[in-house]
DNA sequence: TTGTAGGCGTTATCAA
DNA sequence: TTGATAACGCCTACAA
C-alpha cells in the first residue's frame, strides 16, 4: 500500500520517505539537492521517487518557503506584439523548470498602480518579476520589488539599472544608424515620428536620430518631428502632418513599426509612392512590417531573446547555484538594421 | 501588538482571531462568507480585518483547499493576435477578484502533449482552464480536465461541448454572409483560401463558404480552392496558386486575416490592384486588416468578449454561489462583417 | 550524514 | 452559532 490514506491522492513526501525508509527531511533534502547527503541513500531515495511519479506539491512548497514557483510579467500593454514575444521568450526560459508564467496588466497612470503592484506581489509571493517598457522605466516600482522582497528584472532601451536587475538593447546606437542609412541614400529631409513624451526608449531614438543627423551636418527643423504615441492611429495623425509639409521630406523614421505602418498607409490614401517618393523606416521588426506592402525597413529589436534572459537572471541561483554563477547572461542585446524595400534613394 | 512574532510578516488570521475575540475557525467563516454566522460576530470580525489590512494568504489557502486560485489558459499559439485578445479578455474578467492568470503555452502534435497538461493541472491545481483553439477541439483533452478534477471552458468555431464548458462563435454562418455578400456585388468566379486540415474553424469556415456558393447556385472548381495554415507565408503561397489561375478570380475569401492580408501583398507584387482588380475578404478583424492598404473587408470575431464570458463560467459559484446562477453567460456569440475598401464589383 | 519536533497560514471535522 | 484539534505537504531549527 503506497499511499498513506485514501487511494485518492498522489504520493506525498511521507510515502516516499516510508518506502525508502528515510526520515522526510531525507527526502526533502534529496529534492533540494542538498550537498550533504549519503550518495547511496540519495540514490534509494531517487529511485522510490520515480517508481511512486512522486512530485513535490508547489502548494505545499510555497507556504513553507514563502514563495511561490512562479514568475510574473508586469507590463501596462505597451504593444500586443511586444507583449507577446516576451511571454515567449520568459517561457522559453521557463521550460523544463518548475516554474510557471503569471501575467499581470497594470494601469501607469493611475495613481493606485504601485500599491496594486505591492498588493499583488506581496499576496502571491512571486519568485521574481519582470517589468517591461514602459512602465519598467520607473525606478519607484523597482524600489517597491526590492521592498517586499521580490527579485526583479526590468527591460529596457537603455541601461536603467544594474546588470542583474536589468536587460537593455541599444535604441539610441540602432537608430543612430538605421538614419545614417537613410542619409547615405541620399537623403536630406527627414522626417521624425517620435514616440509619447516620457518613454525612456521614445527619447533613446530621438537621440539617435538627431546624432545622427548632427553628424552629417543636417539640421532638423522642429517641423519635421511629429510625436505619436506608438499606436498605428497616432501614426497616422503624424504622418499626416508631416506629408502635408512643403516641401515634403523625401523619408520618415518612425519610431515604431505599427506607426511606421501608418506612414505607408497614409502615403498610399493621398497617392504618395512608397519608396519611390518616399522612403520609410520603423522599429521594432514586428510581423506587420514584413507583412506590409512594401515591406518596412525596420531595426529588429531581440526582444525574444532578452526576455529569454530575463527570465534566466531571475532563476539563476534556483539549482545548486554556484554553477553559473559565471555564464552570467547578457544584459545589453544590440538590435540591427534590416533592410527591405521601403527605403531607396530619394528620386529628386 | 497587533502581529504574533517578528514584525516582519503581515497579520495572519490568528491575529485576527485574538483581537476580535473569536476561533480561527469563524474568521476562516467570515472570509469564506459562511452563511451560518451571527450578524454581530461578523461584523466585528470584519472591522478587525479591515483596521488590521488583514489578507488571507493564497498558498496557506491553496494547500488547504487542494486548489489554486489561479485560471490557466492553455493555448498552441495559434496566432499572436488572438492570444492577446483572449487574454485581454480573461484578465478583465478577472479583474476585482483573487483569481490570477497563469498561461501555458503547449505543443500539439507532440505525443506528450497529453500527458504534459495532465502534470501541469495535477500539479498546479488550477481552479480551472480556458482551451483555446485549436487545441480545443480535442475531445480527450476535455476529459483529461475532468479526470483530474478541474473546470475547464473551450474555446471554439462551433457547438464543441455542453453549454456550460463551451464558448462558440456563428463561423459558418458568417462566412456565409461574407460570401454572399462578394455574390450581391457582382463576383461568381471567388477562390478560397482554406484553413488547415483539421481544425473545426477551418471546416466551419470552408461550409459557410460553400453553403453561399450552392445558394446562388454557382459551382466551385477545385482549382479555386487553396489550403494555408493560416500564417502570412502559407497564405502567400496559396494566393499565389490562385492568382496565376487563368482566368484569375475576381475575389477572394481568405479564412483568415494574415492570410487575407498575404492576398493583398501578393496581388501588389504581381501589380494587380486591389480592388479594382481582385476583392479580398479575410476573417478575424485583426489590427492587421485596418492597417494594411487597403482596408481589408474582414469578419468581426468578438474574441475579447468570448474570452471575458468563457474566465466568468469558470468563475461562477465563487463567492457565494447562487446569486449569477440565472444570469448565466452566453455560450454563443455572433461574428459580423466589418465593411472597408478591399471589395468593390468586379470590373469585368 | 540523518532524524525529531515544530511551523508556514488556512480550512475541515466534530463536538459543544 | 462557535471552538478545539487535526489536517494540508513541505521546510527549518536543532539535536544526534
Redesign the pocket.
Known amino acids: 500500500m503506497p499511499f498513506?490514506?485514501r487511494g485518492t491522492?498522489k504520493p506525498?513526501?511521507?510515502d516516499v520517505a516510508r518506502l525508502s525508509?528515510?526520515?522526510?527531511?531525507?527526502v526533502?533534502?534529496v529534492?533540494?539537492r542538498s550537498p550533504?547527503?549519503?550518495d547511496?541513500?540519495?540514490r534509494r531515495v531517487l529511485e522510490v521517487i520515480s517508481d511512486l511519479g512522486y512530485v513535490?506539491?508547489p502548494q505545499?512548497?510555497a507556504?513553507?518557503?514563502?514563495t511561490n514557483f512562479l514568475i510574473g510579467l508586469i507590463h501596462d500593454n505597451p504593444n500586443a506584439q511586444m507583449v507577446l514575444n516576451v511571454q515567449q521568450g520568459i517561457l522559453e526560459a521557463l521550460q523544463g523548470t518548475d516554474f510557471e508564467m503569471i501575467v499581470r496588466p497594470v494601469d501607469r497612470g493611475s495613481a493606485a498602480m504601485l500599491d496594486d503592484v505591492r498588493h499583488f506581489l506581496e499576496r502571491q509571493r512571486l519568485y521574481g518579476v519582470i517589468l517591461l517598457p514602459p512602465i519598467s522605466e520607473n525606478d519607484a516600482l523597482a524600489r517597491l520589488c526590492d521592498e517586499v522582497g521580490c527579485r526583479y528584472v526590468r527591460m529596457g532601451s537603455a541601461e536603467l539599472d544594474d546588470p542583474d536587475h536589468m536587460v537593455a538593447s541599444n535604441d539610441r546606437e540602432a537608430v543612430r544608424g538605421a538614419t545614417a542609412y537613410l542619409i547615405e541614400q541620399g537623403h536630406r529631409s527627414i522626417g521624425l515620428i517620435a514616440g509619447p513624451h516620457g518613454f525612456r526608449s521614445a527619447t533613446e531614438r530621438r537621440q539617435g536620430f538627431e546624432d545622427a543627423l548632427a553628424e552629417a551636418k543636417i539640421k532638423l527643423p522642429r517641423s519635421l518631428i511629429a510625436e505619436g504615441n506608438y499606436t498605428f492611429a497616432s501614426g497616422l495623425a503624424a504622418a499626416e502632418k508631416l506629408l502635408d509639409l512643403s516641401p515634403r521630406p523625401t523619408a520618415i523614421f518612425a519610431s515604431n513599426d505599427e506607426m511606421g505602418a501608418a506612414v505607408v498607409h497614409a502615403a498610399r490614401q493621398r497617392g504618395i509612392d512608397v519608396p519611390e517618393q518616399l522612403s520609410v523606416i520603423g522599429f521594432d521588426d514586428t510581423p506587420i512590417s514584413a507583412h506590409i506592402w512594401p515591406p518596412l525597413t525596420t531595426v529588429r529589436w531581440p526582444i525574444v531573446s532578452m526576455a529569454r534572459s530575463a527570465a534566466l537572471k531571475l532563476l539563476v541561483s534556483v539549482g545548486g547555484a554556484e554553477a553559473e554563477a559565471d555564464v552570467s547572461e547578457p544584459s545589453m542585446f544590440l538590435s540591427t538594421l534590416v533592410k527591405r524595400a521601403s527605403v531607396t534613394p530619394p528620386k529628386t
Do not use: W, Y
Not at 525508509?21 to 531525507?26: I, L, R, Y
Not at 507556504?63 to 514563502?66: I, N
Open positions: 498513506g490514506r491522492g506525498t513526501i511521507n525508509g528515510v526520515s522526510k527531511k531525507t526533502s533534502r529534492i533540494n550533504l547527503l549519503n547511496e541513500t540519495r513535490p506539491n505545499a512548497r507556504l513553507a518557503l514563502r
